[in-house]
């Protein structure tokens, strides 16, 4: 079974930086696309960043220039380090990655998120 865990979230004044983070766990057999998303209550879930398995990555354009997404397929992490940190940027943060796991004799992909971490950044 395959988990996605979150760390990171927290309370930071505006202008502030956070660096959220996303283990991921179980028989993996290869691991694509991983990104992050964010919603606020109300709001539809938004695209935040994402990364290919290659290293390419794309960012909504309120973020880019302040956040940056890297990820480490040795230890199964996505990583979203966030920069000057604005108070629209409040919202809980989940980390989605498409992985591959084997169903039978079959490599079957399919997108897996996490719990969810929460982020507030106060004026």
């Known amino acids: 079974q395959v988990q996605l865990v979150e760390s990171g979230g927290g309370l930071v004044q505006a202008g502030g930086s956070l660096k959220l983070s996303c283990v991921v766990s179980g028989r993996i057999l290869s691991l694509n696309r991983m990104g992050w998303f964010r919603r606020t209550p109300g709001a539809q879930r938004e695209l935040v960043a994402s990364i290919t398995s290659g290293g390419s990555a794309d960012y909504a354009e309120s973020v880019k220039g302040r956040f940056t997404i890297s990820r480490d397929d040795a230890k199964k992490t996505v990583t979203l380090q966030m920069n000057n940190l604005k108070p629209e940027d409040t919202a809980d943060y989940y980390c989605?990655?498409?992985?591959?796991?084997?169903?039978?004799?079959?490599?079957?992909?399919?997108?897996?998120w996490g719990q969810g971490t929460q982020v507030t950044v106060s004026s």
């Open positions: 989605t990655a498409a992985v591959g796991t084997l169903s039978g004799m079959i490599h079957v992909v399919n997108d897996y």
